[in-house]
């Protein structure tokens, strides 16, 4: 048994600017940020494992409209919701996914649903939804999910394709549409690692489109060595197998937590143009949050200390 216990978060990355945010969505989002820890952290300090407690860190930014995953989501072109989830269990090398789910309030509920009742590892669509059924989940009405910000969000992406598109010009996403996503990682008093990942998308998202948030390696990873989850343009976490690398590079290349995640954000994600960050943290209880954008939600609590919440590239 380990003495040393501990989590992080994260709530998403991109062009996060001081400049452009007011001081009342800050206070909010930190406060809800301190919420998600404090909730993991509970669970770890009562004894609990890192499982239930990066589920519950999760639900919390799940249940707030200030985060894309859960309440939050980005809207797709069709202007739904669609959302994707996953989580691990380092100590048993289970886990469970679900992608494109639409009426499920807190998905990463239900891909712990799919990694405890199910054979599965990933289930999708109206699939996972009949399984959540089966297995007592209510489902909500897809207004559940509706915000003014997000459907905001999706008119001006309109607009942009719209006006590219009359002119025959660049047609991709905004960065901001890119990389939102919640996350959660933590170390358990037994020495247990655990990871969790969910996230709404892409704004303005199209063709049924799943992102790294629902594939165990890309987006989310946890043997007995680190605990992974990442955030980011997802597309680029996927070919890279990010969540993954970093611990292939601990296994194989011997680096310490810092030392892999420095070099899979910071090199290996960006030479081919990838933009976001990751958390992770490892056996030892080291925790390690590295970014390539202008900021990332984040924090981290360990026993015996007080929540670090940070938002910007400081």
């Known amino acids: 048994m380990t003495t040393t216990f501990a989590i992080a978060i994260h709530g998403g ?6 400049s452009k945010m007011t001081p009342e969505r800050e206070a909010a989002i930190r406060a809800t940020l301190t919420e998600s820890l404090r909730v993991g952290y509970a669970l770890l300090n ?4 890192a499982l239930d407690a ?4 999760v ?36 886990a469970g996914s679900v992608a494109s789910v639409k009426h499920i309030a807190r998905p990463i509920d239900l891909a712990r649903l799919v990694m405890d009742q199910s054979p599965h590892v990933l289930l999708m669509g109206d699939g996972a939804e009949k399984f959540a ?30 006006r590219a598109s009359d002119n025959k010009g660049d047609l991709s996403l905004s960065e901001d549409d890119k990389h939102g996503t919640v996350g959660a990682v933590a170390l358990d008093s037994q020495g247990h690692l655990a990871a969790a990942t969910s996230s709404g998308g892409m704004t303005n998202k199209r063709y049924g489109r799943v992102g790294d948030s629902a594939l165990v390696g890309a987006g989310t990873f946890a043997d007995d060595l680190c605990a992974v989850s990442t955030t980011g343009h997802g ?76 938002i910007f590239r400081e």
């Open 54 to 57: 990066v589920q519950k860190a």
């Open 235 to 310: 597309e680029f976490f996927m070919r890279g197998v990010v969540a993954y690398d970093v611990a292939a590079l601990m296994h194989y290349k011997g680096l310490s937590l810092a030392e892999a995640t420095d070099l899979s954000v910071q090199t290996k994600l960006t030479d081919p143009g990838g933009t976001g960050g990751l958390i992770a943290i490892d056996k030892d209880g080291n925790i390690a949050l590295p970014f390539n954008t202008e900021g990332m939600y984040r924090g981290y609590l360990y026993k015996g200390s007080e929540p670090m919440v940070e």
């Open 46 to 49: 009562e004894g609990g494992c």
């Open 59 to 94: 639900n919390v930014m799940e249940d707030s409209p200030l985060f894309n995953a859960g309440r939050g989501a980005v809207f797709t072109h069709d202007g739904k919701n669609e959302q994707d989830a996953t989580i691990m269990d380092g100590f048993s090398g289970q």
């Open 13 to 18: 990355a991109g062009t996060i600017l001081k």
């Open 133 to 162: 059924v089966e297995h007592g989940m209510e489902l909500v009405d897809n207004k559940y999910f509706y915000t003014e910000q997000r459907w905001e969000q999706l008119q001006r992406a309109l607009a942009k394709e719209q």
